[in-house]
């Protein structure tokens, strides 16, 4: 068995397990592709809508897995510098400098000192590669969508051999390939070559069984009866025609600021206060604060 393979869970029904220890709820859905992106050793891609739950993946499974997580975040402008290595240049001219004061100096020597692991900043991907000696580490690539089509192109090579060459010191191979989890909110399309190269699952909004699991799971102080209230009122939120719907993050968050309030149950007064912490849009909060009575009437029809 290969090194790291003896962590994976045994079964679909364990992964599950040993992902609700960690206070997450996978489905069966999603739990499927999970398992057989750690059986096949291949990057799991996740597409959604932000705050469904993508990311958080990565982080349970490096919990559950006990092993290191190391965290790319993309953003436009994102380069091989930022994302894999280079060279601490200020070091290398601080040592040239120290250099150039001894006496009988060797260029020669100097110019190979100056290109070792000691003046190499190890960005998140370089150091996926080395972290997989004992335990391969979850190397989570957050939100390739917001990264440059260039640094998707470059990606497509790294997940095809797990390696990096550094002209300087040569080629760095994983003696075992991380666990990675790539992570997209579709705000553009992602190339199909990439996707093809990954287990593919996409997570969509829970249904209310769901979320009620998972805010009592992740805010134990709320009560049985807040947390159906505050579950239905965020479902029933995303039938209307908001700019952005809540996800999942929003509603923990509020759940934890009525709990916060120590709020046993909603009321129009409190949800208007609390707003803010369940929509990021002043129009959308504008336009549920007129018609919050209505909202919530139908939320309570539900509990």
């Known amino acids: ?9 045994a079964s679909i029904e364990a992964l599950q397990q040993a992902l609700a220890r960690e206070g997450y709820v996978a489905e069966r859905g999603l739990a499927v592709p999970i398992y057989l992106a750690l059986r096949l050793k291949r990057p799991l891609f996740l597409e959604g809508e932000a705050g469904v739950g993508k990311t958080e ?25 930022q994302a894999v290595y280079e060279w601490n240049y200020p070091r290398q001219i601080l040592e040239i400098r120290l250099l150039e004061t001894a006496a009988g100096l060797d260029r020669a020597a100097v110019a190979r000192e100056l290109f070792t692991e000691t003046f190499l900043i190890k960005r998140p991907l370089l150091r996926a590669l080395e972290q997989t000696r ?11 969508d917001r990264a440059d089509e260039e640094f ?6 790294f997940l095809s051999d797990f390696q990096v060459t550094i002209p300087e010191l040569g080629t760095i191979r994983a003696s075992e390939p991380p666990v990675v989890v790539i992570t997209s909110n579709r705000t553009r399309e992602v190339h199909d070559a990439l996707k093809r190269r990954c287990v593919y699952s ?41 700019y952005k719907a809540a996800g999942i993050s929003e509603t923990l968050d509020w759940a934890a600021a009525l709990v916060a309030l120590d709020r046993e149950v909603l009321d129009a007064d409190v949800i208007g206060d609390t707003l803010g912490l369940l929509l990021k849009n002043q ?11 209505t909202v919530l009437a139908r939320a309570l029809t539900v509990t």
């Open 1 to 9: 068995m290969s090194p790291g393979l003896d962590a994976v869970p």
């Open 283 to 293: 129009e959308d909060i504008d336009s549920v604060r007129e018609r919050v009575q």
């Open 152 to 157: 998707e192109g470059y990606l497509l090579e």
């Open 202 to 242: 996409w997570i969509p909004y829970p249904d209310f069984e769901k979320e009620y699991r998972i805010v009592t799971a992740k805010v134990p102080g709320a009560s049985a009866r807040l947390a159906r209230q505050v579950t239905a009122f965020v479902q029933e939120l995303r039938t209307a025609d908001l």
């Open 134 to 144: 004992d335990r391969p580490p979850v190397l989570l690539i957050d939100e390739i």
């Open 57 to 81: 993946v990565a982080k349970v499974l490096s919990a559950a897995l006990q092993t290191p997580l190391i965290r790319l975040q993309c953003y436009e402008g994102l380069d091989v510098s």
